[in-house]
T-cell receptor
Framework: DGGITQSPKYLFRKEGQNVTLSCEQN?????MYWYRQDPGQGLRLIYY???????QKGDIAEGYSVSREKKESFPLTVTSAQKNPTAFYLC?????????????FGPGTRLTVL | AQTVTQSQPEMSVQEAETVTLSCTYD???????LFWYKQPPSRQMILVIR??????QNATENRFSVNFQKAAKSFSLKISDSQLGDTAMYFC????????????FGKGTHLIIQP
């Protein structure tokens, strides 16, 4: 089955540690995205990537880093510089073309800082 | 910068009723796309419906339809014959047609369908 997988489902981090959230898709989509969701808030864009080896900052990129070495993978690292990392993180992907394509989402990772 | 506003934090209706969720947006662009996503308690984001701004006809998907008023920058979602499984957070989202950036979301409406 084609889809987007995120791992782990739950992640606990001690203050001062970097952690990496995994996102993999087998939909052959060119574009991938990372969003953050806080209680009572909509999703906010962290980073996005349109092609391999290229990515752009979103609205709240500070304290996060990404890489896009393969088309199907777009891992997100939450660094110790992120002051309030506890949140729900969602990865999405879409095709790219002339028309803006629909973004499809993974199941999410819940990150908690202890 | 684009903004998306959902003015109803929570709504509750009886099963089988019709309910309308409101969404307004602000943009200076003429080519853009609007979406409604559903997030049930599982937290999986599910696409409900999509509207392309250049299309005058309102999008429809089974029991879900939109009322797209481009001049008023309004994009409401109507759910007919509501079902218990429609209980979820509903998010309105916007993306421009020219760029390659992500979606801008509203803060969501929590819809509760009562039996």
């Amino acid at each position: 089955d084609g889809g987007i997988t995120q791992s782990p489902k739950y992640l606990f981090r001690k203050e001062g540690q970097n952690v990496t959230l995994s996102c993999e898709q087998n939909l052959n989509h060119d574009a991938m995205y990372w969003y953050r969701q806080d209680p009572g808030q909509g999703l906010r864009l962290i980073y996005y990537s349109q092609i391999v080896n290229d990515f752009q900052k979103g609205d709240i990129a500070e304290g996060y880093s990404v890489s896009r070495e393969k088309k199907e993978s777009f891992p997100l690292t939450v660094t110790s510089a992120q002051k309030n990392p506890t949140a729900f993180y969602l990865c999405a992907s879409s095709r790219q073309g002339v028309k803006r394509d629909t973004q499809y989402f993974g199941p999410g990772t819940r990150l908690t800082v202890l | 910068a684009q903004t998306v506003t959902q003015s109803q934090p929570e709504m509750s209706v009886q099963e089988a009723e019709t309910v309308t969720l409101s969404c307004t947006y602000d943009t200076s662009e003429s080519n853009y796309y609007l979406f409604w996503y559903k997030q049930p308690p599982s937290r999986q984001m599910i696409l409900v419906i999509r509207q392309e701004a250049y299309k005058q006809q309102n999008a429809t998907e089974n029991r879900f339809s939109v009322n797209f008023q481009k001049a008023a920058k309004s994009f409401s979602l109507k759910i007919s014959d509501s079902q218990l499984g429609d209980t979820a957070m509903y998010f309105c989202a916007f993306t421009s047609g020219g760029g390659a950036d992500g979606l801008t979301f509203g803060k969501g409406t929590h819809l509760i369908i009562q039996p």
